[in-house]
C-alpha cells in the first residue's frame, strides 16, 4: 500500500492463494468482502485504486525452483514478504544472479525482523541465515506486520532515490512487546551456499 501510495511505478505481485477470514487481521488490502478471492486479484484491485498512475502486475503462480527467475523477470528489486524460509532462499539465489537488492522482512506475534540485502556489499539472506527455522503454525499481530513492512518500505524508497542510509548490514529486530528496536551486525559466510561469502567484495 505505502509502496504504492509513493507513487512506485510499477509493482508485481506474486501469489498462488485465496483471501481466507484468518488472513483479515495483517493482511489489510483484503476485506471481509474479498473472501474467496484471488489475493492477487483483490489487492491490485485495491492498489489501483489507491494510485491509478502505477502499473500493478498480478500473478497467480506459486514461486518454485522451476519458475523463481522467469517470475522475478527484470525486475529492479525484490521485497520479501514470504510466510517461508524456502521461498525466501530462492528469492535470495536470483537477487544475486540478478544483482538487485533483497528487502528482507520477517514477523512472529509481535517480534519482527528486517535487514537490505545488497549482493557484492552484504551478506545474503543464507549468510544469515544458514538454516531454515523450524515451520509450523505461529501467531501473527497485523500491527507487527505494519512495522515491519513500514521499515521494508521506507528501505525500498530509500534505495530508489539514494537517500540515507539503509539497513545494509545491519538486521533489524523488533520486540513490539517491549516496544524496542535493536540492531544486529551480520557477518558473511566464506562457505556460504548461495553467495559465497568469500567472492563478496
Not at 79 to 94: G, Q, S
Amino acid at each position: 500500500m505505502y509502496l504504492a501510495a509513493a507513487g512506485v511505478g510499477e509493482i508485481m505481485i506474486v501469489d498462488c492463494d485465496t483471501v481466507y477470514p484468518n488472513n483479515l487481521n495483517r493482511q489489510i488490502l483484503h476485506w471481509d468482502c474479498d473472501t474467496g478471492r484471488l489475493k492477487i486479484d483483490s489487492a491490485r484491485e485495491k492498489l489501483l485504486k489507491m494510485n491509478p498512475t502505477i502499473e500493478v502486475g498480478a500473478v497467480s503462480e506459486k514461486i518454485d525452483e522451476n519458475n523463481v527467475f522467469e517470475l522475478v523477470g527484470d525486475s529492479d528489486l525484490i521485497v520479501d514478504a514470504m510466510d517461508n524460509f524456502h521461498t525466501r532462499y530462492l528469492l535470495n539465489e536470483v537477487a544475486i544472479a540478478r544483482n538487485i537488492p533483497f528487502f528482507h522482512g520477517a514477523v512472529h506475534g509481535f517480534d519482527g525482523q528486517a535487514t537490505t540485502i545488497i549482493p557484492g556489499e552484504t551478506p545474503c539472506l543464507r549468510c544469515i541465515f544458514p538454516e531454515e527455522p523450524p515451520e509450523g503454525v505461529f501467531p501473527i499481530i497485523g500491527a507487527t506486520c505494519g512495522v515491519i513492512a513500514s521499515i521494508q518500505v521506507t528501505e525500498v524508497l530509500k534505495y530508489i532515490t539514494g537517500t540515507g542510509t539503509p539497513t545494509a548490514n545491519k538486521l533489524l529486530i523488533w520486540d513490539g512487546s517491549n516496544a524496542t528496536l535493536n540492531e544486529i551486525p551480520p557477518e558473511r559466510d566464506p562457505g556460504c551456499i548461495d553467495c559465497g561469502g568469500d567472492r563478496i567484495g
